[in-house]
């Protein structure tokens, strides 16, 4: 059945507000010519994502089967320029449209197939390995979208803001992770403060390691607010928006005694509207 593409658009937009509406107002603030762009590129992240983590009873290897198809067809379909799919039709069309390098959604893929495999990681380098593919590399992947003055000095800050997202993400979702038998934690970070995640408490021990993965991360969301600047006045904004929007949530991890076992630190949609709002006028 052939897939129109103002329909794939318009589905990659609905899964853009359904999962990540810190993302999808941000998204808001972009030139209407981009806006339907970005919500591409996040729907095919959602796409492989759902693959890995929401296919019900799916053992992991029908897991790892889909996500090989999805990169078998995904390919086929940026080579041969189209898709039949309600989905990658609107993400071929963008990387297409914007010469978005193929090798970006191969690292990605991978680091989606590390999840289905890998529960731990030993050291925060072991980490980072996989969040070059899982979040830093969607940095790169928005880079053409949002044309900075100059591509190769905003790249650094770019991948910076994704592991500052991944990164918040994994704080803020511990409890989750671990019913999904996963620990984004570096294993050398818990030994150091003497933590077992398993145990779910927040003891003096996890609040110290707390604070100090919190403040690694805002020296990334430091180093992502100098690449801010290089971009054009309607895609600053919408990147400081969502910097703005998701460093709130670590301030709502301090703000509720670091627990994140308790409850998921979230930042109101009221309050993510208004952010936005601010960020449009300014």
Not at 115 to 135: N, P, Q
Not at 203 to 212: I, K
Request: aromatic content about 8%.
């Amino acid at each position: 059945m052939t897939v129109a593409l103002e329909d794939s658009y318009a589905e990659c937009r609905r899964l853009n507000k359904r999962h990540g509406t810190t993302y999808y107002w941000s998204t808001a603030l972009l030139p209407a010519v981009k806006r339907h762009h970005v919500h591409a590129l996040y729907a095919f992240c959602r796409y492989a994502d759902d693959l890995v983590d929401d296919l019900g009873p799916a053992s992991v290897p029908e897991r790892a089967a889909a996500l090989r198809d999805l990169d078998d067809r995904f390919f086929a379909d940026v080579e041969r320029g189209s898709s039949d799919d309600l989905v990658l039709k609107a993400v071929v069309h963008t990387v297409r449209a914007f010469d978005i390098d193929p090798d970006a959604f191969r690292r990605f893929l991978r680091s989606m197939a590390m999840d289905l495999t890998v529960e731990t990681y030993a050291t925060y380098d072991d980490l980072r390995d996989y969040m070059d593919g899982s979040a830093a590399v969607i940095g790169e992947m928005m880079l053409p979208i949002l044309e900075p003055s100059d591509p190769a000095a905003a790249r650094g800050p770019a991948r910076a803001l994704g592991e500052a997202f991944q990164l918040t993400n994994f704080l803020r979702d511990v409890d989750e992770d671990l019913d999904r038998g996963r620990q984004y934690v570096p294993q050398d970070d818990l030994k150091q403060f003497e933590v077992d995640l398993a145990e779910r408490r927040c003891t003096p021990e996890f609040v110290a390691l707390m604070r100090f993965e919190i403040d690694r991360c805002r020296t990334l969301y430091a180093d992502a607010a100098t690449g801010i600047a290089m971009l054009p006045p309607r895609s600053a904004r919408c990147v400081a928006a969502a910097h703005d929007l998701y460093g709130r949530i670590l301030d709502r991890i301090e703000r509720q005694g670091y627990d994140v076992f308790q409850r998921r630190a979230r930042v109101a949609t009221p309050v993510k509207l208004a952010v936005a709002v601010r960020h449009l006028r300014r």
